[in-house]
């Protein structure tokens, strides 16, 4: 199986590629469009800050090329957030191919720190990507903001509220917590969506 993972300027693509390699995939980190193109599967995983990342996607044409993808996608953290309409990150336009808005946590309670960083559970599962897996699973996040559920949602988490931990659209699948960091739960997460 042909697996891309997008170079661009976003941290932790790395551990992602250790995580596939591990399910013995050798995956490809390119930010060619031919290359892109040509994957089986897709994943768009990062840690980063929205403004400066979409920023980075437009000025290298990243943004037409992922809009345009065809075959199974997958973001992970920030890969999520930039595949929704817009993000209170710097109040930027991203891509849109979920309508809707990230947002920041609010918080006046002391105890709920932000970022939300640690392990946190997973209920409602609804999609293929949780094939084999219970409600309550535990997977790990790291994100000071969060989607709020929607119609695309396909899995919740709560922290501070109820809030979208995953969400698909056609062939675009989102994660906001990370897989390649989530133990055997995360693995077979990833299993799941090269399965799809």
């Not at 993000?87 to 002391?110: A, H, Y």
């Not at 994100?143 to 109820?162: C, F, G, K, R």
């Not at 995953?166 to 739960?185: I, L, R």
Request: charged share 20%; glycine share 6%; proline share 4%.
């Amino acid at each position: 199986m042909n697996v891309a993972i997008i170079k661009y300027n976003a941290g932790n693509i790395y551990s992602v590629d250790f995580a596939l390699k591990r399910l013995g995939i050798e995956p490809v980190i390119t930010a060619d469009k031919e290359q892109l193109l040509k994957a089986d599967k897709i994943i768009f995983p990062g840690q980063g800050e929205a403004t400066q990342t979409m920023q980075y996607l437009r000025a290298h044409r990243l943004d037409e090329l992922i809009i345009g993808l065809k075959q199974p996608v997958l973001g992970i953290c920030i890969g999520m957030q930039l595949l929704c309409r817009s993000s209170e990150e710097g109040n930027v336009d991203c891509l849109g191919i979920f309508d809707v808005p990230v947002q920041r946590f609010r918080t006046e309670k002391r105890e709920n720190k932000i970022p939300h960083m640690g392990w946190n559970t997973l209920t409602n599962l609804k999609s293929a990507l949780y094939k084999e897996l219970s409600e309550e699973e535990f997977v790990y996040f790291v994100h000071s903001y969060y989607v709020p559920l929607n119609d695309y949602t396909i899995a919740e988490t709560h922290y501070i509220q109820n809030f979208s931990a995953s969400m698909h659209k056609d062939n675009f699948y989102a994660t906001q917590f990370h897989p390649e960091k989530s133990g055997e739960t995360g693995a077979r997460i990833l299993q799941n969506f090269l399965d799809l």
